[in-house]
């Protein structure tokens, strides 16, 4: 209560501009602050915004290695030797240099970096959100017009894959190459642990499923993405569903995902994941047939795993089928100890190497999927939510909640309520009583 909405969003704005490397404006709202302190005669507040400044051009100027021309480009070079790879991007924004990464690759002998890069754009630019104007390569590579028409699409905006052959951009692809040549000299033995952990391990899922060829959207091979579900409740009124993701074998929060349970009248962890799979896939194809649709679900998973074993599974295959979608589902299966034993898939439970990492990325993502869940549940719970569905209606204070708790027996009789019986209620008007109707009869 204490900012509006409005001076909110300003502020998420301004950090968004500055991570972005657009400085300017921060500068000069700091200098005008800075001068009206100043005058103010207050120069504590004076000198505080200076040093603010100060921060703020370290930080340009660190990142002035770029050329000046202003735009957003990505620098994609690479490194090889028999059977690894380093990719390295810069991330250029507004002509600065906002961010780096590198991805390892196995690769085949006879590889060239020109195929190489072909396959990492390729795979690359199909999961990454923004695409910029220009990507800058060291070389010309595969199907590059094919390429570019295909990024264009994307972006909907022209792409162009330039080779500068002079100059500053020539000296920043040579960077790049030069760190990617770094860093797989210097990291070989760490990236293939990881690799081993991460990618590695998925490919052994692929090879334990026998999903080794298969068929993704983009026409791509293998499994990216991975998606897990937990429950947890204690009663009918505070079950919660975790969604956890995994791309590559690691871990991507920001497409986690948690569900109240609406619908479903004490533990059925059943019926709960009924509804929040049939949530879950329902919001995604209405985001990819609706843009103005939001809420991060577009991105449907290469394979489903359940926290559970036939049940589980099954309940996820009748809610594919009833959607008409086609994902693999497979169960992680725990032992009497509760330790995971095997995967369930296709009607049949598949032991697992417990020594192999394939078992301990498994068992990773099923902590993850458990953990989160439980998390949620405890965050309700601390902020005295007990009852937490019935805090997402609108209009609902603590003196209609406990109203409504002391009406009805269940969640399961105020669906059923119909707005008449709501208003009855001492604490509800015709307002509040059409809210709690249309809340639990709105379409999820």
């Known amino acids: ?58 930080i340009a100027q660190k990142q002035k290695i770029t050329d000046t021309a202003g735009d957003d480009r990505d620098i994609v070079a690479v490194s090889k030797d028999l059977e690894d790879a380093v990719v390295q991007v810069f991330f250029i924004r507004n002509g600065r240099l906002i961010g780096r990464d590198h991805f390892y690759l196995k690769i085949a002998e006879n590889d060239t970096k020109s195929e190489i890069l072909s396959s990492f754009i390729k795979q690359f630019y199909a999961g990454t959100p923004y695409i910029p104007a220009e990507l800058m390569l060291p070389e010309e590579i595969e199907d590059q017009e094919i390429i570019e028409e ?20 020539e000296k920043l692809v040579e960077l790049a190459q030069k760190n990617a040549q770094m860093v797989l000299k210097n990291d070989k033995e760490r990236l293939k642990r990881e690799e081993g952990r991460t990618i590695g391990a998925v490919k052994e899922i692929e090879k334990l499923l026998g999903l080794n060829n298969l068929v993704r959207m983009e026409g791509l091979t293998g499994i990216i993405r991975m998606e897990a579900y937990d429950i947890s409740n204690t009663n009918g009124f505070d079950s919660v569903g975790s969604m956890v993701v995994y791309e590559h074998g690691k871990p991507k929060r920001n497409d986690y995902r948690k569900f109240k349970i609406k619908s479903v009248q004490g533990p059925d962890d059943y019926a709960s994941m009924n509804e929040v799979l049939t949530r879950r896939f329902e919001h995604g194809l209405r985001e990819r047939q609706d843009e103005s649709e939001t809420g991060g679900f577009q ?67 099923q902590d993850e999927a458990h953990r989160f869940a439980i998390t949620f549940h405890r965050q309700l719970r601390s902020k005295g939510q007990v009852h937490s569905i019935l805090d997402d209606i609108p209009g609902v204070g603590p003196a209609r909640r406990k109203d409504l708790m002391r009406s009805f027996e269940n969640i399961e009789a105020i669906r059923n309520a119909t707005v008449d019986d709501l208003k009855e209620l001492p604490s509800m008007n015709e307002k509040s009583a059409q809210e709690v109707y249309k809340f639990f009869h709105q379409d999820t």
């Open 299 to 365: 991105a449907f998973p290469d394979l489903i795993m359940m926290d559970g074993g036939r049940g589980q599974v099954n309940i996820a295959l009748e809610v594919l089928e009833k959607l008409n979608l086609h994902i693999p589902v497979c169960g992680m299966v725990k032992d009497d100890n509760h330790r995971t034993r095997g995967l369930y898939f296709n009607n049949v439970e598949l032991p697992i190497d417990r020594n192999s990492e394939c078992f301990r990325l498994i068992t990773r993502i």
């Open 1 to 58: 209560g204490y900012i509006s909405k409005e001076e909110y969003r300003k502020s998420v704005e301004e950090v968004l501009h500055f991570l972005n490397g657009n400085y300017d404006p921060i500068l000069e709202k700091l200098k005008a602050q800075m001068e009206e302190a100043s005058e103010a005669l207050e120069f504590e507040r004076a000198i505080e915004y200076r040093e603010l400044i100060n921060s703020v051009q370290k």
């Open 150 to 169: 295909w990024l264009t699409t994307r972006r909907e905006h022209k792409v162009r894959l330039r080779i500068p052959k002079k100059g500053t951009k």
